[in-house]
């Protein structure tokens, strides 16, 4: 129920009063609606244009995507993609659940436990990549610390692996956003009413069912927050991936955002990044509506 | 689209003139390495003598990539830096949407036309016009050998295919790294380019690369190409892929492995290790290319401020292919002048052999752009073509399948 | 106590060695040293790739082409350190990175302000003024986060050059502020949703108008929720790369440019153990944020984000 609706009386000093929150509402919305949607349109059009270097408006109708389809490196950047996401995203909330549910237990020095696992998220991956690089590097990396001590048998080569090679960014983003996701479900767990586990407690209920029919359902708004966040990180991977392998071996970790990158800034092929860019987004839009409309529709 | 970007360069032209910024040049570049830097200076010196300011815009990242998008960004907004660091066809393709600054009565008064290669004009003419300042001249057909190994081993630089392998096959032998190489497409590419040369000579080249022949490239001596990539590949080590150029160096500098293909920008990390040019390492012609030069040019283009090119951007064309400058920036860039009337007593013994093979082959039509490093074909090419040749060096597909995925590479994106 | 560990009540029963019966004391500590080794060996996996920086960053360069990345410095050295700050080539002149840290905070300061008060307001109205569409307004303002900044290039130059902002610092101001009000507004909408409404009906029928109350009734208790939309904005800010690039002139380059041209540099020598020191000083800002401010961090996040 609205306060506006409630309170509405006649006049035109009520009347900018009732207005005045869309007014302040307004501006936002208006920047929104010209820098997201007004872009996302010239985008789609652009995909059904002639555009190379510069933006070009001679009209090629559905050549752009019909080309963009025989790119096998396409369907090598979609598929990691959906590969990459659930993964990153799974790994990511698992492990920062465990680890929220593990420095819940009253840890000592939890401060600076935290801030470790949270520091990753303030570094600029242009020169992280190059430290994962080298540690994932069976050369010089863990492989080669391992032989040094000892381990001859000792493997791990998958940053060289073109069939492998996807998991090693799956293993650097992991380690970017797990920390962010754990303060998330911390918060979460902190706001939960000790009172009710307190009784669950005296019912004669085990810690696991505690949280597996507590304690974690009551979570499922941090669930909903680190979901945005963390698909906003998968779709948007792009320096990552730079610093990371290139896109390489070959084209094994060719992700969809570098995809779009190299097609319209590297090769000039403007159209073509375009249309890569509108089926990019519709994807997107394909899951995450869906998901928004069914969290914030109970809300409201 | 000529005009939109007309209109935007005017808008350009009438930004920088509100500002009160017309004694300075706006220069954007992605030469951010110390000794690149430094070399610079000299141009930016040269320029505060005459009392035009130098406004710093680097932008580095993946061979100018990132600064072409930032050109791109600039450009559209109506804010276009004066002068421009640019490579082979994106000259090509500015110049086609009218952006470029007319050179020409700088070009005929300092009398560009008689010292400057043919081969090199070809990227810094469009139209019969002078539109860039070409800054120097890389070649990217070098073998870097580290010479304690191929002195404990007995070898000579070889002068031919065979001879290479045998080479390769000794070191290997004897335990070492026989060829240290980067995965990395474009450093695929640079030794596919040389590999290339030798097997097909300049016409073949010329035909496959710069022409796009169909036939040519579909040809078999494509397919030996492939094959001879095939053969490469078995002489580097597993750990390859991914790995910098730089660190392949430094694998000969280590004396882990015995030999390196790269442009001569590698010297710069011998000189930096503190060796010496014919003592601790060797720098020879990859075999079978001893009398082409396979190059690429770093030039300066300027943009179009409303109509004419203004007095500092002249200053600075002029600055550019003036003999200190060239003779200064080549020294430390480890490439060579690209004019070709100049003393070389001032480079060491790799520059003055490679400054000797590039006038000698400018004469005899051996002068040939990468195809690796954007001079044979357009970038929507170029890097298909990369696609394919990455794709069989990590083995995706045999040599045939490679012969007939170039091609359509080539059908698609031409 | 807001931070209590939810543990507190499930382990009131088992944790304590009293409570547990016949078990032996060291049975009890048992688990509590696994959790310990648990959470230090995750430790180890955040630290390892700082480990790699840092130490790489104290040893001279002809260490680590010998081949010597993981191990510690042989020799130790804060040359790279001083280069990285202040003599580093990161353009014609040999300025290190300290110059660029001022266009840094020039450019964050006023987006991150801006973006917060907008999450602020849009977050008061569209729950405590809700209108008909108003959840629909905020899933359109919440999608605007997920499209891919490489798109929005091309058009946002146009319209930063028609706006003439083209290459000015509040040009990239104005570009984080729009691209930074989804997030914000979603911190900000959650965290409003769950303060009670009832104030603010109070408050209305006492007469206070729209920014009374919420200057007066909502904006005293945002300071967790401000906390974590502060955090997270400067952080995507102050690391981005694209924009900072593309917008910027070349007396407004951020410091993300500069150690973008520290780091890459595709034909000359590679001086890796100054480009680890640029890299940790360029995220010393926000790792000292981070430190300072991340107990309110969980606390803002525990007070509003994760509260539908």
């Known amino acids: 129920m609205s306060i506006s609706e409630t309170a509405r009386r006649p006049g035109a000093a009520d009347r900018l009063r009732d207005a005045l929150p869309k007014l302040v509402l307004s501006p936002t919305v208006a920047i929104v609606a010209v820098f997201v949607y007004g872009f996302i349109a010239f985008t789609f059009y652009l995909s059904f244009t002639d555009s190379r270097i510069l933006p070009s408006f001679g009209w090629v109708g559905w050549q752009n995507y019909e080309n963009l389809f025989r790119i096998r490196a396409w369907d090598t950047a979609v598929a990691n993609l959906a590969i990459f996401g659930l993964l990153y995203i799974a790994i990511c909330c698992a492990l920062g659940l465990m680890l929220a549910i593990l420095l819940d237990q009253k840890i000592r020095a939890e401060g600076a436990i935290r801030t470790i696992y949270l520091y990753p998220m303030a570094l600029s991956f242009i020169v992280t990549g190059v430290a994962w690089k080298w540690f994932l590097d069976p050369g010089i990396g863990l492989e080669a610390v391992m032989r040094g001590w000892g381990w001859e048998s000792f493997s791990f080569g998958w940053i060289k692996d073109s069939d492998m090679a996807i998991y090693t960014i799956v293993i650097a983003a992991v380690w970017q956003t797990s920390g962010f996701v754990m303060a998330m479900f911390l918060a979460g767990l902190r706001g939960i009413d000790s009172e009710m586990l307190r009784a669950a407690r005296i019912d004669g209920a085990t810690n696991f069912a505690l949280y597996r029919r507590i304690v974690i359902p009551q979570l499922r708004p941090a669930f909903m927050s680190a979901f945005v966040v963390l698909a906003h990180m998968a779709i948007k991977s792009y320096d990552l991936v730079i610093a990371l392998t290139g896109g390489g071996p070959g084209t094994a970790t060719e992700l969809p955002a570098t995809f779009m990158y190299s097609y319209t800034f590297t090769r000039n092929q403007m159209g073509i990044g375009a249309a890569s860019a509108v089926i990019m987004l519709m994807t997107i839009a394909a899951i995450i509506v869906p998901y928004l409309w069914s969290e914030l529709r109970e809300k409201s | 689209m000529r005009r939109l970007t007309a209109t935007m360069t005017a808008l350009a032209a009438l930004g920088t003139a509100t500002m009160g910024q017309a004694q300075d040049v706006e220069v954007l570049h992605w030469w951010t390495a110390g000794g690149e830097a430094a070399a610079l200076n000299v141009l930016k010196d040269d320029l505060g003598g005459q009392g035009i300011g130098w406004q710093d815009m680097p932008v580095a990242g993946g061979g100018g990539t990132q600064a072409m998008t930032v050109l791109r960004a600039r450009v559209t907004s109506g804010n276009a830096p004066t002068a421009v660091q640019m490579l082979g066809f994106d000259i090509q393709d500015w110049a086609a949407e009218g952006a470029l600054a007319d050179l020409n009565p700088i070009a005929e008064a300092a009398g560009w036309n008689q010292v400057i290669p043919a081969a090199i004009q070809r990227f810094a003419t469009h139209d019969g016009q002078w539109v860039a300042a070409p800054v120097n001249v890389h070649s990217t057909n070098w073998v870097w050998a580290n010479a304690g190994i191929l002195d404990e081993l007995g070898l000579e630089p070889p002068q031919d295919w065979d001879g290479f392998v045998a080479a390769l096959d000794a070191a290997k032998a004897a335990g070492y790294v026989a060829l240290a190489h980067g995965g990395q497409p474009w450093q695929d590419a640079t030794v596919f380019d040389a590999v290339a040369m030798a097997t097909g000579g300049p016409e073949f080249y010329q035909k496959a690369f710069i022409e796009l022949d169909e036939e040519t490239l579909g040809s078999d001596t494509m397919r030996e190409v492939f094959d001879r990539m095939a053969v490469l590949r078995g002489y580097v080590d597993d750990n390859f892929s991914g790995r910098d150029w730089n660190l392949a160096t430094a694998m000969v500098i280590n004396d882990e492995a015995a030999f390196q293909l790269m442009g001569d920008w590698a010297k710069g990390e011998f000189l930096n290790a503190g060796e010496t040019p014919g003592e601790d390492f060797l720098c020879f012609r990859f075999p079978g290319t001893q009398e082409q030069v396979i190059f690429n040019s770093d030039q300066f283009a300027m943009f179009d401020q409303a109509g004419a090119v203004s007095d500092q951007q002249a200053a600075l064309a002029e600055a550019i292919l003036s003999p200190e400058f060239q003779i200064a920036f080549n020294k430390v860039k480890g490439s060579v002048p690209a004019r070709t009337d100049l003393e070389a007593d001032a480079l060491d013994a790799c520059g003055q052999q490679g400054y000797a093979e590039f006038k000698a082959a400018a004469e005899t039509g051996n002068l040939l752009g990468s195809f690796a490093h954007g001079h044979a074909n357009p970038a929507a090419v170029k890097n298909a073509m990369y696609d394919v040749v990455t794709a069989h060096f990590n083995g995706e597909y045999d040599g045939e399948v490679a012969v007939e995925e170039l091609v359509t590479a080539v059908q698609i994106n031409r | ?308």
């Open chain 3, 1 to 308: 106590m807001a931070t209590a560990p939810t543990s507190e009540a499930i382990l009131a029963g088992t944790g304590a060695p009293a409570r547990s019966g016949g078990r032996s004391r060291l049975a009890a500590h048992l688990p509590r040293f696994v959790l310990y080794a648990v959470l230090t060996l995750f430790c180890l996996y955040y630290l390892l790739p700082l480990y790699v920086m840092l130490s790489n960053s104290l040893k001279p360069l002809s260490e680590i082409t010998a081949g010597g990345m993981m191990a510690l410095p042989g020799e130790w050295t804060t040359a790279p350190w001083s280069a990285a700050w202040s003599s580093a080539q990161v353009g014609v002149e040999a300025t290190g990175l300290r110059p660029y840290f001022v266009n840094s905070i020039l450019m964050v300061v006023p987006a991150v302000a801006l973006s917060t008060i907008a999450g602020a307001l849009n977050g008061y109205v569209l729950t405590k003024w809700r209108f008909r569409g108003a959840t629909l307004v905020f899933g359109l303002l919440l999608f605007g986060c997920f499209i891919p900044f490489q798109m929005v290039l091309i058009p946002m130059a146009r319209m930063l050059g028609l706006m003439g902002l083209a290459g000015s610092v509040p040009g990239l101001v104005f570009v984080h502020f729009v691209y930074g009000i989804g997030f914000s507004t979603l911190y900000f909408r959650n965290y409003y949703a769950a303060f009670p409404t009832e104030l603010v009906r109070a408050a209305q029928i006492d007469g206070a108008g729209f920014f009374r109350i919420f200057w007066r009734i909502l904006l005293p208790s945002s300071g967790p929720i401000a906390v974590v939309c502060i955090i997270w904005q400067f952080t995507n800010i102050w690391n981005d790369f694209l924009f900072g690039a593309s917008f910027s002139d070349f007396d407004s380059q951020p410091m993300t440019v500069a150690l973008n041209n520290l780091v890459q540099s595709s034909t000359g020598v590679k001086e890796y153990n100054v480009h680890f020191a640029g890299a940790i000083m360029a995220a010393l800002p926000t790792l000292f944020v981070y430190a300072v401010a991340g107990r309110f961090f969980v606390r803002g996040l525990m007070a509003g984000s994760v509260k539908g």
